[in-house]
Every structure is written in C-alpha cells, then in structure tokens.
C-alpha cells in the first residue's frame, strides 16, 4: 500500500493539529465548541473508514506502513501500519469518538474547552496505539493515554475522582513501568542476533522466540501484567469500577468501549507472538485468572445496587472472554476474542450512555430510585431493552457472535487443556441473563412509586440519534459477521500459523495447538 504510506499519520495526527483551535475559542461559546468538536471527531472516522473499504483482507501482512528513522543512538523508528486486527480497532474508536460527545452534549458545562480538547487528544492516542509498530513509538503512545483519562475522570467525574484518578493512575504507571522495563530488556537480549538494539516489533518476533525459556517467562511477565492490569483482568481489576462510577458518561464510554480494549490488543500483538514458549508455559495460569474473572465478575453484578457499578463488573466479565478466547489460540476461539473486542465496545459503551441518560433526568444511579419508566420513556425503554439482549448474547444481535465463538474454539483448544474452562465459563452466560434482566426489570418495569419517575422525558433527538449508529452494528454483526471477521481472519490464521509452528518445533508436539476446531475447516 505504498500509494497511502501517510494515511495513517494523517489519521493519528489530524485530531491533534485540529483540535488547537479550540482552545482559542471563547468559552462562552458553547454551542460552537461542542459543534466543532463533533466535526472534527467525524474526520478520523471517515479516514477509518474508507481504510476498511480498501484495505486487502486476503494477505495477512500489515498495510499502510509508514517507516521513517527517529532516534538514531536507539535505532527507534516512527514506525506505524495495521492489519486486520488493528483495522477493526481503529474503527471502533474512531467511531465511539463523536457517539461520546454526542453523549456529553449537556452533562459537561464547566471547561468545555479543555474537555473536549482532551477527547480529541485521547482519540488521536488510541489509533496511535493500535497502529504502532515499533515497541517504544507504542509504549510513548500507551502512556500518553493517561493524561487526557486522568484529567477526564479527575476534572469531570463525580465527587470521589479524586480517589478514583489516583487509583487508575497509580495501577497504569505501575504496568507501564513493567512495560518499559520489559521493552528495554527484549532489545537488549535480542541484540546479538539481530546486530543492534531495536525495538522494531517485525524484528523482534523473528528473533525472541529463540530466547531461552526462562528469560522469555521473565519477558511475557513483564509485557502480559501491564497488559492485564489494563484489561483489566482479576484479581488486577480493582481500578475499574471505581474509574467507571466516578467518570463523566463520556469518559465511562471511552473507557469501557476503546480503552481496555488496548490490553487484550496488547496480549495478541505482543505477548503471544514474542514470547510463544512462555505463553504456553503459563496459559494454565492466566486461563484460570480468566475463567475466575469471567464467573467473579458476573456474580458481583448480580448484587449491585449501582447501575454503572452493575455495568463495570460486568465488563470484568465479558473481557474475561476474551483473555480466554486469546489464550484458547484457536483460528475460532481468537476470531471472537476479536470481534468481541468490537461487540463488547458497542454494548457496554451503549450501557454506559444509557445510565449517563438516566443520571441526568435523576441525578441518580441507585437501581431502586427507579421502576416503572417504561411507561413514561417508551423510546428509551427500546432501545435499553435491546441494548441489554446484546450484551446477554441473544442470537441474532451481536453479542452472540462473539461468545459462542470464543466458547466453541476454547472447547478444543489444546493449549487450554481442558474443556472445563469453557464448561464454567459457560455458566456467566446465564448469570449476565440474571443480572441484566434484572436491572432492565427494576429500572424500567413494574409500577412508578416515586414521584420523580412520573415526569422523566423521554429521548431528545440527540440522544436517539447518539444511539442509532450503534442499534445498527448491533443487528448489523449479528445477523452477518462475516462483514467485519472477514477483515481479521487472515491476520488471525497468522498468529495461529506461527505459533502452531513454534508449538510443534519445540514442544515437540506434546501439546500441539490445532488451529482449528474439528468440523470448522
């Protein structure tokens, strides 16, 4: 794709020099200050999108690099491209992006401009993260990430961010110390056979696969913690709910839909194909952290009394699928590790605009100060009934997807070992029935006792139409995948490939990984 080698810079860079002018604006200027935002955030997503019209989902190598010499005395590289995984990433953030504003059009009203300059700044840090293709570009992009999230959640979020800011930073800058410290030593160990230090990520997978095992157990440790602290995965998973009740809805979209998004990426770009031997030593033990997650997490949001607290567990959950779906490495099992990345953005960040909606009418997150809204919000009530059956996983809606396939691939996976992972795993389903419908129930069923519920406005326009894009990726995933895994599918049987042929090099096929499950070829 040498024709569009600065595509992505354009793409990763354009939020950033557009988003200047706003904070020359007059900040009694409301109006245009949101408008303009929304604007600008709608350019990324057209560059996104028309990559994903011509981007080639028939070759598995990257697309679109861009390669250019930055640091000499390191040997570091501006260093971007993208294939089919990071593809569908990006597309999902760019897309979350102007839903997010659109979702914090009234609830913002202090520091309109730095607020928004921040969300475009954030937006422009995650297609860097997911098109870096050089360790140290990425690693600069992965912390960047924390400061427009931490003034968001700080400035803006309810009155313990305080506590909840300092949390999240102090479990970031703790994985990201282990990351950098990981970075480091990889170039280092790898530079008697590549020559050089360098942290060129292309470089580098054709030669740390070769490191003795221990050093690559100590290696995937340092990558995988920081990876899973931001998944986050149990038991590092603590940050989350707080972060979530204690950000603005916008920021809770962010975090849910793209953030931790960037831990299981890391997990497939980085772990798996770096340190291949060490990922087959400890999958027991991650599997076991995920599949403890996945039922944890369900069980905890039976009995909340927040909603957004409902909702953040529940992501500790549903990202426990993808951790196992991940670990599964199965063609099946990792195609919906990676479409639920998409499907769980989608959802849970529906989720997340749904109880931002309801806290402004109530200023209010308590399940039980609601009840019976249906009858007065008929139209929200609708759209909550359908998010809630996407996140359930009913056939035909997009959740679907995502978890059968994760379930199915990890049910024959050989390097999970045991069907008793998917058997357990099995069980949140029902349970993320129980608690979703429940809460649709307390909240929108049943008779209005209270006397604010009586009055509550339905849908304005701009939240309906904040809420039709996602309605139809929804149907859209569910009802033809293909549209969307088709992007991955070669990008997803390359990993596969190479670790399988790792597998049998060395482990001498004592637990050989198929790369498909009986009856899928």
Same mark, same amino acid.
């Given at each position: ?14 939020? !950033?020099? *557009?988003?200047?002018? =706003? ?79 659109? @979702? ?20 422009? &840090? ?13 690693? =600069? ?16 979020? @309810? ?35 590549? +020559? ?22 100590? $290696? ?30 916008? %920021? ?10 960037? %831990? ?13 031997? @060490? ?13 403890? &997650? ?31 779906? #991940? ?17 769980? %953005?989608?959802?849970?960040?529906? *989720?997340?605009?749904?109880? +931002?909606? *309801? ?11 609601? %009840? ?9 009530? !609708? ?21 059968? $396939? ?16 998917? =058997? ?18 307390? !909240? ?15 849908? #304005? ?16 995933? +569910? ?16 990993? !596969?490939? #190479? ?8 482990? $001498? ?9 009986? +009856?899928?070829?």
């Amino acid at each position: 794709m040498r024709d569009l080698n600065n595509i992505l810079s354009l793409l990763i860079f354009l939020p !950033v020099i *557009l988003s200047i002018p =706003i904070l020359f604006f007059k900040k009694e200027s409301e109006s245009l200050i949101k408008t303009y935002a929304f604007v600008i955030s709608l350019i990324p997503l057209a560059i996104a999108t028309y990559l994903f019209f011509i981007f080639n989902p028939a070759i598995g190598e990257y697309q679109f690099v861009e390669k250019a010499k930055w640091i000499s005395f390191t040997n570091t590289y501006y260093f971007v491209g993208i294939d089919g995984i990071s593809l569908l990433l990006i597309l999902m953030s760019t897309f979350i992006f102007p839903l997010s504003i659109l @979702a914090s059009w009234t609830s913002i009203t202090k520091n309109l401009k730095s607020f928004y300059f921040l969300v475009l700044m954030l937006d422009a &840090g995650l297609i860097g993260v997911f098109s870096s293709l050089d360790l140290v570009l990425f690693y =600069i992009f992965w912390e960047f990430i924390l400061i427009p999230m931490y003034f968001i959640i700080g400035v803006w979020g @309810a009155e313990d961010r305080v506590y909840a800011t300092v949390k999240f930073f102090l479990y970031t800058m703790f994985g990201s110390l282990l990351l950098l410290i990981g970075i480091v030593w990889l170039g280092v160990l790898c530079l008697p056979s590549t +020559g050089v230090f360098t942290t060129d990520l292309t470089l580098l997978q054709q030669h740390s696969p070769q490191l003795p095992l221990n050093i690559q157990v100590y $290696l995937f440790i340092l990558f995988t913690l920081s990876f899973l602290i931001k998944v986050p995965l149990f038991p590092f998973h603590t940050w989350l709910p707080d972060a979530h009740v204690q950000a603005p809805t916008a %920021g809770s979209v962010i975090l849910a839909a793209v953030l931790l998004k960037m %831990g299981t990426y890391g997990l497939l770009r980085f772990s798996l194909p770096l340190f291949p031997g @060490a990922f087959i030593k400890l999958t027991p033990v991650i599997a076991v952290l995920a599949v403890i &997650g996945i039922v944890y997490g369900a069980l905890v949001s039976i009995v909340q009394k927040d909603i957004k607290k409902l909702v953040a567990y529940s992501s500790v959950s549903h990202l426990g699928f993808i951790v196992l779906g #991940t670990f599964a490495v199965t063609d099946v099992a990792m195609q919906g590790s990676v479409i639920q990345m998409i499907n769980h %953005g989608l959802s849970t960040g529906a *989720l997340f605009m749904i109880v +931002g909606i *309801l806290y402004e009418r109530r200023h209010t997150k308590k399940i039980a100060d609601f %009840g019976g809204i249906m009858k007065v919000m008929p139209v929200f009530s !609708v759209v909550f009934m359908i998010i809630v059956f996407s996140s359930i996983g009913l056939p035909g809606l997009n959740g679907f997807v995502g978890e059968f $396939l994760i379930l199915l691939g990890s049910f024959y996976s050989s390097n999970l070992g045991s069907t008793a992972y998917s =058997i357990i795993s099995t069980t949140a389903v029902i349970f993320a029935a129980v608690y979703l419908l429940w809460m649709f129930q307390r !909240v929108m069923l049943g008779p209005i006792d209270k006397d604010e519920n009586k009055k509550l406005p339905d849908l #304005t326009v701009r939240e309906f139409l904040s809420f039709v894009p996602i309605l139809v990726f929804v149907v859209w995933i +569910g009802v033809h995948p293909n549209t969307f895994m088709s992007k991955s599918e070669a990008s997803v049987k390359k990993i !596969v490939k #190479t670790f399988q042929d790792y597998n049998n090099k060395n482990w $001498l096929g004592e637990k050989s990984i198929e790369s498909r499950a009986p +009856g899928l070829e």
